[in-house]
Every structure is written in structure tokens, then in C-alpha cells.
């Protein structure tokens, strides 16, 4: 087994277990596949996390060049991580991500499908594919200038240059650094997890990337008054009140 799932008090707990810097072969991209596939209607947020030293390193190089077939070999594992990650950017559950050691490659892939990334202390990001004279995948293209910005991007995916996970909180790549990811990233997913408004929220900041200004104002409109006569929503307003009086 490459990767582990489970869903209690309603977060949905993605761990890579590969370890040695759980290299995403063709196993660990079903794997993950699969675990998007669980995140159902009884999913409020999703923890990503991973075991072993490191986060992850990209892809599997050692199998990429035992393959007989690599082309074919590589359209099957970017075929099934491309579809674990279409699910996990399309969700209305928040996608936490806790991040240490080595982020690299489809690792930095897995960061960008997340909504929330606290990163380790330890943690360092590049993007690898320089290296061995590949381009990108796993969105890489896609997530990385919408999170530091086109000429950011290219210099990472260009240059190879490595960030620390001060820069990358610098650069706007995670959310937060602490000592310790683990705990910090579990304690943000189950309190998401028991927030009614938390996926309405991510709808809404998603929709709002290649919407209109008009449209997002509808899209709010609409929103907050789906919220507002929920039983949540007016628990939520009573409770506030309660605690003024």
C-alpha cells in the first residue's frame, strides 16, 4: 500500500506511505486516485500528509527507467494523479496539506491542489524537472504562478532554485511554517471540518479566479442566504448572540 485513507468526525485522512521520500509511482498515483475518490458527501476537509522523511519527491525515476514503455508507462501514472488532483481542486471540502523535508516535482503538485499548506520547519521546495530534462506535470504549471506569480514560477521551474520554507511562505507557496506540521495541519482540518461555511467559502474564492465582479456578486448574494436559513447558519447567528448578551 502507497497511500492510506480514512474519514473521521468527518476529515478525510490521505497519508503517502511509501516512505523514502514517497516517490509517486505507478501504485502511489492510484493510490491517490482512489483516495480522492472516497471523498464523499460525509468529507467536510481533507488532510493530506505523508510519512518517512519527506513529503514527497516527485516522481519515481527508478521505475520510469525500468519501464519498457516509458512513454505509455508515464501517460498511466500522469493519467491517474492528473485525475486524483482534478478531484481534490474540485471539491468543496478544504484540502489541508502538512508538508516536511523534500517537496519536489508532482510533490509540489500535491501542494498546489491544497487549499491550506503548513509546511515544517525543515521542509524545502524545488521543482526538479530541470534536473532531468523534463517539463512539468501535475498542474505544476497551472497552480505555481497562481500562488507566486508568473515570473516567480518561471524561476523556479526554470532555474531550479530550491526555497526554504521561510521563502516559500514568503513567496506565498504555503500557508504557515511551524516545528511541527503534523499536528498543526490536523488541528486546522478538524476545525474546518466544523465549519458549515468553510465549503461555500473555498466555492466561492475558487469561482472568483476566472469569474467576473458582477458574477461573484450574485454568486455571494446567493450564497450567504443559503447560509443564513440553514439550521447551521442559524445555530451559528444564536449562538453568536448568546455569547453578546
Request: net charge neutral; hydrophobic share 50%.
Amino acid at each position: 500500500m502507497s497511500v492510506s485513507v480514512s474519514v473521521r468526525d468527518g476529515v478525510a485522512h490521505i497519508r503517502l506511505v511509501r516512505g523514502r521520500g514517497n516517490p509517486i509511482d505507478l501504485a502511489t498515483a492510484a493510490g491517490l486516485l482512489g483516495a480522492a475518490r472516497r471523498c464523499g458527501p460525509d468529507v467536510r476537509a481533507v488532510l493530506l500528509t505523508a510519512a518517512g522523511p519527506s513529503f514527497c519527491v516527485g516522481g519515481d525515476l527508478r521505475e520510469f527507467a525500468a519501464a519498457e514503455d516509458l512513454g505509455g508507462h508515464l501517460t498511466r501514472v500522469t493519467d491517474a494523479l492528473h485525475d486524483a488532483l482534478r478531484i481534490f481542486t474540485r471539491l468543496e471540502a478544504p484540502v489541508v496539506a502538512a508538508v516536511h523535508g523534500a517537496v519536489a516535482g508532482a510533490g509540489l503538485g500535491l501542494l498546489g491542489a491544497a487549499d491550506l499548506v503548513i509546511a515544517a520547519e525543515d521542509a524545502t521546495f524545488v521543482a526538479g524537472y530541470p534536473a532531468i530534462g523534463y517539463p512539468p506535470d501535475a498542474g505544476v504549471t497551472w497552480s505555481l504562478p497562481r500562488l507566486v506569480g508568473p515570473r516567480v514560477a518561471l524561476d523556479l521551474l526554470l532555474t531550479n532554485r530550491r526555497l526554504t520554507a521561510a521563502e516559500a511562505l514568503a513567496a506565498g507557496l504555503v500557508t504557515s511554517v511551524v516545528p511541527e506540521a503534523g499536528s498543526a495541519a490536523a488541528a486546522l482540518a478538524g476545525r474546518l471540518a466544523g465549519l458549515p461555511a468553510s465549503g461555500l467559502t473555498k466555492r466561492l474564492v475558487r469561482q472568483g479566479m476566472s469569474g467576473s465582479f458582477d458574477r461573484q456578486l450574485d454568486d455571494e448574494a446567493r450564497a450567504i442566504a443559503e447560509a443564513a436559513v440553514s439550521p447551521a447558519g442559524r445555530e451559528g447567528v444564536a449562538a453568536f448572540l448568546r455569547k453578546r448578551m
